[in-house]
């Protein structure tokens, strides 16, 4: 693809969308993309959520709490997905752990992460990844089972304000050749 | 972009390779991309070792072990990716965790790996993430100091054989409305 690096430097964090609904054939392309992402042994461990509900995604604004910036986003964007993982699948083989980390599902939800709000980006839609919140609460608000976590909830709309981007370390800083 | 789908579509895990080489200048271009990675809060706790070195990548095969299909693929590639994170910074606030998951490195990781594996794809490179390994001592051979995990081994190169992909869970069967 053409542009590829400006695509990935213009996706931004939208905390703030127009009052545009997102269709549902604009959430299928979506999740057709989240569902070719790469996963441990290709285990798939993603589960989402979409919650358009506007009485559900108020009541999940009390365990995200007043002081997060993106309280008020799950209820000002049109579509909140809630982003969970199956446990026990990503990083596991015949039910035992295979690796010092356990369960891989953290990082599976990441990879799939990326890709959903690419897609979405793509779409010329916005999101956030927000991930301070009580988990458990939210959790039982959106009656996810026991042997599923959610773990993130992204807001999605169509940007009213795209702002800068933050500052990022240069990779000069991160990489590092032959050791570390 | 045009295409977007077909373009994730399209990347696959790709364990055998041509000689050709992988250019610094086109290196830079994938992290350049990963650069711009979103993590929490900003923290970005990526690091990357890029190895070249034969002799390493020879060492690196006994803690991946000979079962795992992708051991050849770490010599066979022209350059190995190692991908580590750095401890206390993602999910955490002054020093504390803030949420059940603890340490959100693995999540923030598994972002940073998906915009690497694309943007290696979109420079017409393939690779395929290595995570079923003894990360202790393969840690040791890379120099990984004690504040940092490394987390996957990503081998890099032209593809010299393209596979099917496998198959993928309908969307529908991940997708839930309104509630799990």
């Not at 365990?63 to 910036?69: A, C, H």
């Amino acid at each position: 693809m053409e542009g590829f690096l400006d695509f990935i430097k213009t996706r931004r964090s939208i905390r703030k969308y127009t009052d545009r609904d997102v269709s549902d054939a604009t959430l299928s392309e979506i999740f057709e993309a989240v569902r070719w992402s790469p996963s441990w042994a290709n285990t798939q461990c993603w589960e989402v959520v979409v919650v358009r509900d506007p009485v559900t995604r108020e009541k999940l604004q009390d365990p995200i709490g007043p002081k997060n910036p993106a309280t008020r986003a799950i209820t000002a964007a049109p579509v909140l997905i809630a982003l969970c993982g199956r446990l026990k699948r990503s990083g596991f083989y015949n039910n035992a752990v295979t690796t010092k980390f356990g369960d891989w599902y953290m990082y599976d939800l990441g990879i799939a992460t990326q890709t959903l709000c690419l897609a979405a980006h793509n779409a010329g839609l916005g999101t956030v990844i927000v991930g301070l919140f009580d988990h458990e609460r939210a959790g039982r608000i959106l009656n996810v089972p026991q042997d599923v976590e959610l773990v993130a909830l992204i807001p999605m709309g169509y940007p009213a304000k795209i702002g800068r981007a933050p500052d990022r370390r240069d990779a000069a800083d991160f990489v590092h050749g032959e050791s570390f």
